[in-house]
T-cell receptor, first 113, second 112 residues
Framework: EAQVTQNPRYLITVTGKKLTVTCSQN?????MSWYRQDPGLGLRQIYY???????DKGDVPEGYKVSRKEKRNFPLILESPSPNQTSLYFC????????????FGPGTRLTVL | LAKTTQPISMDSYEGQEVNITCSHN???????ITWYQQFPSQGPRFIIQ???TKVTNEVASLFIPADRKSSTLSLPRVSLSDTAVYYC?????????????FGTGTRLTIIP
């Protein structure tokens, strides 16, 4: 089954404790991205990747890191999480960039205390 | 991506046809119009995409006038399960539009 998986689905952590949210797709897609969603602010792109070893900032990259060492995986790293990073996070992938159909993961609800 | 404008929210009754309009005055020649649907706590789901005139699938129809400066997503005979946020995106198919902006979309509420 074609899908995007994220782990963990729920995470409660404390300020400053490094964490990684994994994202994996099985569709051989070149384009992957991370979004965060907050009430009233819609869906905002954090980082995106055009292909392996090619990543770039989205609209809200501060406090986040990503890597794309393999085509299927695109982890999101919070080196020192802060409470303002409490949010719902989505990973997505598409065959190419642009407005090609994006497939979204189930989301990760992160709470930083 | 082209800048888009859509209503913040809409209400409709069950069984009605719902039309959500998206304005995109600076659409470029190579741009396509794409709509997504998002239910609470789920990721958005692609529902329809078009370039001109009319596109129809099992979920919705997309109407695009000749000047392509706006588009209308039409949901026939809505039910409570159509309550969701709908996003309009306008851009090309991978030739330069790497950054994507979904915005806040249109929150559609279906009333019993």
């Amino acid at each position: 089954e074609a899908q995007v998986t994220q782990n963990p689905r729920y995470l409660i952590t404390v300020t400053g404790k490094k964490l990684t949210v994994t994202c994996s797709q099985n569709m051989n897609h070149e384009y992957m991205s991370w979004y965060r969603q907050d009430p009233g602010l819609g869906l905002r792109q954090i980082y995106y990747s055009m292909n392996v070893e090619v990543t770039d900032k989205g609209d809200v990259p501060e406090g986040y890191k990503v890597s794309r060492k393999e085509k299927r995986n695109f982890p999101l790293i919070l080196e020192s999480p802060s409470p303002n990073q409490t949010s719902l996070y989505f990973c997505a992938s598409s065959r190419l960039a642009g407005v090609n159909e994006q497939f979204f993961g189930p989301g990760t609800r992160l709470t930083v205390l | 991506l082209a800048k888009t404008t859509q209503p913040i929210s809409m209400d409709s009754y069950e069984g009605q046809e719902v039309n959500i309009t998206c304005s995109h005055n600076n659409i470029a020649t190579n741009d396509y119009i794409t709509w997504y649907q998002q239910f609470p706590s789920q990721g958005p789901r692609f529902i329809i995409q078009g370039y001109k005139t009319k596109v129809t699938n099992e979920v919705a129809s997309l109407f695009i006038p000749a000047d392509r400066k706006s588009s209308t997503l039409s949901l026939p005979r809505v039910s409570l399960s159509d309550t969701a946020v709908y996003y309009c995106l306008v851009g090309d198919l991978g030739f330069g539009n790497e950054k994507l902006t979904f915005g806040t979309g249109t929150r559609l509420t279906i009333i019993p």
